[in-house]
């Protein structure tokens, strides 16, 4: 699910209507480890978040039945709610080596690092952007604070 303009989504019920139907909740924040932790976009990070107390994941065949990739582990068994996180860790990153650099992950540190000071540059540039906007309109231009 896209959100081009940054909307705070209502993920109580967004998580809901998934759950029913028995999906996992998984955000990809990719662009947002790119763009904005790292805050100049020249190294691509990602990060995901998991709803840990999933419990369609039970079902999930990858997750309750051996694995062939790490030895016949069984990864719900094993690792219980932590089973989605321990699997991307171990054959993901393995098998399809979606990992950084120790460069591109201490540009990534540096941005985070920096990131409450770009948020409050940014925030200053929009307000002061549209203080001169309304006085040259001579109107009043609302905007969520």
């Known amino acids: 699910m896209e959100n081009p303009n940054f909307n705070i989504q209502d993920f109580e019920a967004i ?13 990809d924040n990719t662009f947002g480890t790119t763009k904005w932790v790292g805050g100049h976009g020249i190294t691509i990070g990602g990060e995901y978040l998991v709803e840990a107390n ?20 069984i990864y719900w068994d094993t690792f219980g709610y932590n089973a989605f996180t321990i699997k991307a860790r171990s054959e993901i990153m393995r098998n399809i080596e979606p990992c ?25 540039k929009s307000v002061t952007l549209i203080y001169s906007v309304s006085f040259l309109l001579k109107k009043k231009i609302n905007y969520e604070k």
């Open 100 to 124: 950084q650099n120790p460069f591109e992950s201490f540009l990534l540190i540096q941005g985070f690092e920096t990131l409450s000071l770009l948020e409050k540059r940014k925030l200053l």
């Open 15 to 27: 998580c809901k209507i998934v759950y029913d139907m028995g999906i996992p909740v998984i955000i």
């Open 54 to 73: 999933f419990h369609g994941i039970m079902k999930d065949s990858n997750f309750t039945n051996p694995s062939p990739d790490c030895h016949g582990l």
